[in-house]
């Protein structure tokens, strides 16, 4: 399976995962149709599904087009979206699989940014294999250096849904739906000060945003590191919030980068 990584909007990723062998295509998040139309022109392959993770506009815009152009397409979403996903067919719950060829993903009940976010975790297609990568698509749940903000849940119920994702392999590779890694991280620095893999992981960030490259995908074992949202346990990081618990810590620092 391949990833390719297309920018939309502003900050925006669309992720379009191709099956070379069958010449098939699924599609993560089509906020906008046409880069997707286009990738899939240059790849000569059509689409036959959308997954998409939640339903905010930025992430479900495209479906209808791309419907337009491929009919067969199936769209997916989670089971508490009902209504709110454009064109919705497939109305997925914890423990669901989908699937694009032979490669099979899980899909996660992640609620947190919106009450009915779901994120798809592909594991390693060949464990044999002497470095085996899983891929995560996780919306606008888990970002890279940050998490997304609570419109619609609770601090709890995001640090459930984080703490699931945090259970995953190092060796999972984190397809978040924007490039916001940059200011996460000097959130976390303000947070997190005496982090050296963080310090480290900004300024590798800063080189690469000078140069307008991407910062995504971002493997979940650096993320465990540097992420303060992944690390409400840690001592350091709940003395510098003033947190008590795990989710007084998380609750604390949300409410600190959404004034940052
Ligand atoms: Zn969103
Ligand atoms: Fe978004």
Same mark, same amino acid.
């Given at each position: 399976m391949?990833i390719?990584?297309l920018?939309a909007?502003?900050?925006n990723?669309i ?9 098939i295509?699924?599609?993560v998040d089509?906020?906008d149709?046409?880069p997707?139309?286009?990738?899939l022109?240059?790849l000569g392959?059509s689409?036959?599904a959308i ?8 992430h479900v ?10 009919p067969?397409a199936?769209v997916y979403g ?11 067919q +497939? ?15 899980? +899909?996660?009940f ?8 779901i ?5 390693p297609a060949d464990?044999e294999?002497?470095e085996?990568?899983?891929?995560l698509?996780?919306?606008d749940t888990?970002f890279?250096g940050g998490?997304?903000r609570l419109?619609?849940g609770?601090p709890?119920?995001m640090v ?6 945090r259970q995953?392999?190092?060796?999972t590779w984190v397809?978040?739906a924007?490039?916001y890694t940059?200011k996460?991280l000097?959130?976390?620095l303000?947070?997190d000060?005496?982090n050296?893999?963080?310090q ?7 080189a690469?945003?000078a140069q307008?490259?991407?910062t ?5 074992g ?7 949202f992944?690390?409400?346990?840690q ?15 998380f609750a604390?620092?949300?409410q600190?980068?959404d004034?940052?």
């Amino acid at each position: 399976m391949d990833i390719y990584r297309l920018p939309a909007f502003k900050d925006n990723y669309i992720f379009l995962l191709h099956d070379r062998q069958h010449q098939i295509a699924a599609v993560v998040d089509p906020g906008d149709g046409a880069p997707v139309l286009q990738c899939l022109e240059d790849l000569g392959s059509s689409l036959v599904a959308i997954f998409n993770t939640h339903h905010h506009t930025d992430h479900v815009g495209g479906n209808r087009q791309l419907l337009k152009h491929f009919p067969e397409a199936v769209v997916y979403g989670g089971s508490q979206d009902r209504g709110r996903i454009p064109e919705q067919q +497939v109305f997925l719950q914890e423990g669901d699989r989908v699937s694009l060829g032979e490669r099979s993903g899980q +899909v996660l009940f992640v609620p947190g940014h919106t009450r009915g976010h779901i994120a798809y975790y592909f594991p390693p297609a060949d464990l044999e294999a002497p470095e085996p990568w899983g891929e995560l698509f996780c919306g606008d749940t888990l970002f890279a250096g940050g998490c997304g903000r609570l419109f619609e849940g609770t601090p709890s119920q995001m640090v459930n849904s984080l703490n699931k994702l945090r259970q995953l392999p190092d060796h999972t590779w984190v397809w978040c739906a924007h490039e916001y890694t940059l200011k996460n991280l000097e959130f976390a620095l303000s947070v997190d000060t005496a982090n050296a893999a963080l310090q480290q992981r900004l300024v590798t960030v800063q080189a690469l945003r000078a140069q307008h490259q991407p910062t995504i995908p971002t493997p979940l074992g650096l993320e465990k590191l540097t992420n303060p949202f992944l690390r409400w346990d840690q001592p350091a990081l709940q003395a510098a919030v003033h947190g008590q618990t795990s989710e007084q810590t998380f609750a604390h620092l949300r409410q600190q980068k959404d004034r940052f």
